[in-house]
């Protein structure tokens, strides 16, 4: 079955220490999507890439980085820049850019203590 | 840029209907999106409104009027599984943008 894979689940890391979430999609989407939620925040976009080698900051995209290397695979580094690192990460994708009939992986949330 | 509100929280009964309403601010946009997700789970499509007026999907229906900046998600004949937080999201050139998103909880 096509989907998205986000791992792992549950991720917990000291502060000031980066960290890589890792994004895969078998569905041969030209787009994909990182967006962070908190408690309250609804999603909030980080950072998203419509074609491989090519990617642009979303919201709040300060503390964070992205590759987007192969088609299939886009990960999410949060870096000891970012401030407020816990939360709950989602990545999606979708056939074209335009936001329509995202599909979403299962999540990953990140811990920072 | 833009913004979306919806309630926070609304209660309803096994079998009810209820209306979750979106107003939106946006200097431009193509459609507008419902999402449902259920605790600490992934997002997923439900329905999605291009031009103005009503899109049924089963128990669900979504509704959009530009002239009025608005939208509400329409769930019928409610089932204890419908219990989740739901999410109107404004589709633009690239991306989407999500209000805070709506918590349902239905009640026997």
């Known amino acids: 079955d096509g989907g998205i894979t986000q791992s792992p689940k549950y991720l917990f890391r000291k502060e000031g220490q980066n960290v890589t979430l890792s994004c895969e999609q078998n569905?041969?989407?030209?787009?994909m999507y990182w967006y962070r939620q908190d408690p309250g925040q609804g999603l909030r976009l980080i950072y998203y890439?419509?074609?491989?080698?090519?990617?642009q900051k979303g919201d709040i995209a300060e503390g964070y980085s992205v590759s987007r290397e192969k088609k299939e695979s886009f990960p999410l580094t949060v870096t000891s820049a970012q401030k407020n690192p816990t939360a709950f990460y989602l990545c999606?994708?979708?056939?074209?850019?335009?936001?329509?009939?995202?599909?979403f992986g299962s999540g990953t949330r990140l811990t920072v203590v | 840029g833009q913004s979306l509100e919806q309630p926070s929280e609304v209660t309803a009964v096994e079998g009810a209907i209820v209306q979750i309403n979106c107003t939106y601010q946006?200097?431009?946009?193509?459609?507008l999106s419902w999402y449902q997700q259920h605790d600490g789970g992934a997002p997923t499509f439900l329905s999605y409104?291009?031009?103005?007026g009503l899109e049924e999907t089963g128990r669900f229906s979504s509704f959009l009027s530009r002239s009025d900046s608005y939208g509400y998600l329409l769930l019928q004949e409610l089932q204890m599984k419908d219990s989740a937080s739901y999410f109107c999201?404004?589709?633009?050139?690239?991306?989407?943008?999500f209000g805070k998103g709506t918590m349902l909880l239905v009640s026997p």
């Open positions: 999606a994708s979708s056939i074209e850019g335009g936001g329509v009939g995202y599909t």
């Open positions: 569905l041969n989407h030209d787009a």
């Open positions: 890439s419509q074609i491989v080698n090519d990617f």
């Open positions: 946006t200097s431009g946009f193509y459609g």
């Open positions: 409104n291009a031009l103005d």
């Open positions: 999201a404004l589709s633009g050139y690239s991306t989407l943008t």
